[in-house]
């Protein structure tokens, strides 16, 4: 029997970057970032403070131009790609549409999400009542983060952490190809924190997920490749257990807060 071909065995890159670099006034905040973000895989970018996370994922998004590199979504060359264009294409950053209205129902947040053409303007000349062919598909989507019994809460109502789970609802209505989220366990308590992880596992089962992300227990229990960056640089990239034993990783980290 003939072997099965390696692209059909190994995860399709859906997102890659090749030699990223952003200046700021002379400034390199990211130099030479190589990165390759794989459907079905949970990336985390991690790095000491100053690192170039927040620059690395605003050029992903396009909020930035880099000043050199190329960016790929999807075998499709996005480097000079409009944000808008490239949520539609299927890049979503979770903050992008993540406004929680606190007045509106967690149903309503949901189904005001589902009519957002690509996740940067909201019609609200639209009728709530218009809305109501969305129902099944927002009541879908809440329960896939769990919010079920919630949606006719209002979203002000909410905890924190509920409120940053329906945030991530929200971004599902893009039904995104590459999610990218910005500290997604920023202040939760640590039942919260497992409720997240659980939910981001079980999307990125058919999409695939990059991560910042600071607590490295949540790295280590979810991610399954890490890129570890360090004035604007690769530092390290691999599972968990390769970056974590390496040297230069822990220098890199010593005198900063492990959680
Ligand atoms: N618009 C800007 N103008 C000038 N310098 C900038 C700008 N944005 C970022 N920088 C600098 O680039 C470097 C990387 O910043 P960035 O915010 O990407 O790091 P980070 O890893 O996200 O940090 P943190 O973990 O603290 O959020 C920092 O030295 C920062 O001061």
Redesign the pocket.
């Known amino acids: 029997m003939p072997a099965t071909p390696a692209h059909e065995t190994e995860p399709r890159v859906v997102l890659s970057a090749r030699g990223l670099r952003r200046e700021?006034?002379g400034?390199v905040?990211?130099n030479n970032v190589d990165l390759d973000v794989h459907h079905g895989k949970i990336h985390a970018l991690i790095?000491?403070?100053?690192?170039?996370?927040?620059?690395?994922f605003?050029l992903l998004t396009k909020f930035l131009p880099p000043t050199n590199g190329r960016i790929e979504l999807l075998g499709r060359d996005i480097t000079y790609t409009s944000p808008a264009k490239v949520a539609r294409l299927g890049l979503v950053r979770s903050f992008q549409i993540s406004a929680i209205f606190p007045y509106l129902t967690v149903l309503d947040n949901v189904r005001v999400a589902l009519q957002r053409p690509n996740g940067l303007g909201v019609q609200f000349w639209r009728s709530l009542s218009a809305l109501d062919r969305l129902t099944p598909r927002a009541e879908e989507l809440l329960e896939t983060v769990g919010l079920e019994n919630a949606r006719d809460s209002l979203a002000g109502d909410l905890s924190y952490g509920r409120k940053r789970v329906l945030e991530i609802a929200t971004t599902l209505a893009l039904d995104p190809k590459v999610l990218l989220l910005d500290e997604p366990m920023a202040g939760m308590g640590q039942e919260d924190v497992g409720t997240v992880s659980n939910i981001i596992r079980s999307v990125a089962r058919d999409r695939a997920v990059l991560m910042?992300e600071?607590n490295l227990t949540v790295v280590a229990d979810l991610c399954d490749w890490i890129t570890v960056?360090q004035r604007?640089e690769i530092l390290a990239a691999g599972d968990y257990a390769t970056v974590s034993s390496d040297e230069r990783v822990k220098i890199a980290y010593m005198g900063t807060e492990h959680e």
Do not use: C, M, R, W
Not at 47 to 55: E, H, M, R, V, Y
């Open positions: 700021f006034a400034f905040a990211v790095g000491p403070n100053g690192a170039g996370k927040t620059t690395v605003n910042v600071h960056l604007g």
